[in-house]
């Protein structure tokens, strides 16, 4: 049996989770639901892709109850006087699919609805959540897969989960701006690096600690050879703007490449490794 489960804004050691519904499936497994790209804070999804974590069971973010089987007898019934409290819902279906839907506290204010069905009635203090099509993430048990498509979306489910879009810390990010390979224009310091740039860095960082000296080199060159606007002096890139900054981290990770039919040179937006 498919049940609808609730979990509740509460502090202390008390049951968190209650049953909302039972026999009812609000969603279905959606028609593109067939590969996922592993989770990259730079990626930007296709319409039809998914990102998704594998064995996601042994994350430390995973939910304690996703990792033993469903017991709808573990739950009680959500008492009416608890709905301001709801966090988020999870919907168990088909014995084996959990569907996560965020439910933020601007959904949960009274409202006046006006109901267009078979009978028209009129609630002035109406308090109803509106199901998405498509949930905010998709469990599968027997792959063990959580299947996304958008992290701030799910951070809040998924306590923790956020360290997979790690930023640059104020050292990390100051550390990386005195590199022997970047000179920073007078006009622009630590403070003007946009958040996702400090994303970048943080990428970069990881890159570049696994490059030995040689690899440093030739990266510096490739970067020189698609980034002719970037100036370069005394072995080093003069960055001047956050955009400057961007397309010296895009040349670090190595975005930049040569059509081989035309001859264009291009940027890649966001990248998937093949092998």
């Given at each position: 049996?498919?049940h609808?489960?609730?979990?509740?804004?509460l502090r202390?050691?008390v049951?968190k989770y209650k049953?909302?519904?039972?026999?009812?499936?609000l969603?279905?497994?959606p028609d593109d639901?067939?590969?996922y790209?592993q989770?990259s804070?730079?990626?930007?999804l296709?319409e039809?892709?998914?990102?998704g974590?594998?064995?996601f069971?042994?994350?430390?973010?995973?939910?304690?109850?996703?990792?033993?089987?469903?017991?709808?007898?573990?739950y009680?019934?959500?008492n009416?006087?608890?709905?301001?409290?709801?966090?988020?819902l999870?919907?168990?279906?088909n014995e084996?699919?959990?569907?996560f839907?965020?439910?933020?506290?601007?959904?949960?204010?009274?409202?006046?609805?006006?109901?267009?069905g078979?009978a028209?009635?009129?609630e002035?203090?109406c308090?109803?959540?509106?199901?998405?099509?498509?949930?905010?993430?998709?469990y599968?048990?027997?792959?063990?897969?959580?299947?996304?498509?958008?992290?701030?979306?799910?951070s809040?489910i998924?306590?923790?989960?956020?360290?997979?879009?790690?930023?640059?810390?104020?050292v990390?990010?100051?550390?990386?701006?005195l590199?022997?390979?970047?000179?920073l224009?007078?006009?622009?310091?630590?403070?003007?690096?946009?958040k996702?740039?400090?994303?970048r860095i943080a990428m970069?960082?990881?890159?570049?600690?696994?490059?030995?000296?040689e690899?440093?080199?030739?990266?510096m060159?490739?970067?020189?050879?698609?980034?002719?606007?970037?100036?370069y002096?005394n072995n080093?890139?003069?960055?001047?703007?956050?955009?400057?900054?961007k397309?010296?981290?895009?040349?670090?990770?190595?975005?930049?490449?040569?059509?081989?039919v035309?001859?264009?040179?291009?940027?890649a937006?966001s990248?998937?490794r093949?092998?």
């Amino acid at each position: 049996m498919n049940h609808l489960i609730a979990k509740l804004r509460l502090r202390g050691n008390v049951p968190k989770y209650k049953k909302l519904l039972s026999d009812v499936s609000l969603y279905e497994l959606p028609d593109d639901f067939v590969s996922y790209v592993q989770y990259s804070p730079d990626h930007n999804l296709d319409e039809d892709s998914w990102f998704g974590i594998a064995q996601f069971s042994t994350k430390a973010f995973c939910l304690d109850f996703l990792k033993t089987p469903f017991n709808s007898a573990e739950y009680d019934v959500l008492n009416t006087i608890d709905v301001d409290k709801l966090d988020f819902l999870c919907s168990y279906q088909n014995e084996n699919e959990y569907y996560f839907q965020n439910v933020t506290k601007a959904q949960l204010l009274s409202k006046k609805r006006l109901y267009l069905g078979d009978a028209f009635r009129y609630e002035e203090n109406c308090k109803t959540i509106v199901i998405n099509s498509i949930a905010d993430a998709i469990y599968i048990r027997d792959q063990d897969i959580l299947y996304f498509k958008r992290l701030p979306k799910i951070s809040c489910i998924f306590k923790g989960m956020d360290v997979l879009y790690r930023e640059a810390t104020e050292v990390e990010t100051a550390d990386f701006l005195l590199s022997e390979f970047v000179q920073l224009d007078e006009e622009f310091s630590v403070a003007k690096v946009g958040k996702a740039n400090r994303h970048r860095i943080a990428m970069a960082l990881d890159t570049l600690n696994n490059f030995e000296v040689e690899q440093k080199g030739t990266v510096m060159d490739y970067i020189r050879d698609y980034c002719p606007d970037l100036e370069y002096q005394n072995n080093a890139f003069k960055i001047k703007s956050d955009d400057e900054l961007k397309k010296l981290l895009y040349g670090i990770e190595q975005r930049y490449y040569t059509t081989p039919v035309g001859n264009e040179k291009r940027c890649a937006n966001s990248i998937i490794r093949l092998y």
